[in-house]
């Protein structure tokens, strides 16, 4: 199984997937792993701005891809089984997957997820996560829609959740893809198949039900009107 091969650890950053970027144009080596403990500005999906507090743990894997192209699409997906992989390791909470990224207890959302690739030398994969840890509180409009491991009821440290990503991230970001397993553990722990959700186009909504995994893509297949596709990108919601 792979291994992180260094850690760099920071108080506070701009953003981590900055630092690891410049590191990796550097020469640092796959299985880099830059940590910090607050972000000035953090990036989320759709360059969204991601609340990165003092309380969480702020990460980013460098990521030198040497599979097939089209495997490279699962490492996003990859990358929310470490986290959920060791949050349950650690404290044993229940974690699911709101496709593509979001790692939730219950109905909020515990960890986000930004990947990045760049690839116009050497193909370079950037995979950053923030996990919210010890945090006894959110701002007021992230209250109904954010957790941590702390406001769940578990007593655990960033360093004791960090032993136990260091390991996941081995598995599952640095080690031969296991195609099948990924598709498998990303359907057991999506929080959307089986249901009628929106989906999210910068263009704008559309209604349909979530019915599966893809194998090749790990992209979400739904149904619309009898017909499905596959999506690789957007975002989706459920309805309730």
């Known amino acids: ?82 986290v959920c992989d060791a949050i349950e390791s650690c404290c044993g909470a229940k974690t699911l997957i709101k496709w593509p990224n979001d790692v939730r207890i219950g109905t909020k959302k515990v960890c986000g997820i930004l990947v990045e ?18 945090q006894e509180f959110f701002p007021e409009h992230l209250e109904d829609v954010a957790t941590s491991l702390r406001l769940e009821g578990y007593d655990v440290t960033i360093n004791e959740f960090l032993s136990h990503f260091t390991v996941a991230l081995g598995k599952w970001m640095l080690s031969p893809l296991d195609r099948h397993e990924t598709v498998e553990q990303l359907r057991r722990r999506s929080c959307v198949l089986g249901k009628e959700v929106t989906l999210i186009f910068p263009t704008g909504q559309e209604e349909a039900r979530a019915v599966d995994i893809d194998e090749q893509t790990g992209g979400l297949v739904v149904e619309q009107g009898g017909v499905r596709r596959v999506l690789t990108s957007g975002e989706v919601s459920l309805r309730f």
């Open 1 to 82: 199984m792979g291994q992180v091969s260094s850690i760099f650890q920071y108080g506070t950053v701009d953003s981590t997937n900055t630092v690891a970027l410049s590191l990796a144009r550097g020469g640092a080596p796959s299985g880099t792993l830059v940590t910090a403990t607050a972000q000035t500005a953090g990036r989320g999906r759709e360059g969204r701005v991601f609340h990165s507090a003092p309380g969480g743990i702020y990460t980013t894997l460098i990521v030198r891809p040497t599979g097939a192209p089209e495997e490279w699409m699962l490492l996003t997906s990859c990358a929310g089984l470490a």
């Open 117 to 134: 690739g760049f690839f116009d030398q050497e193909p370079i994969i950037l995979s950053g996560t923030g996990v919210n840890v010890e």
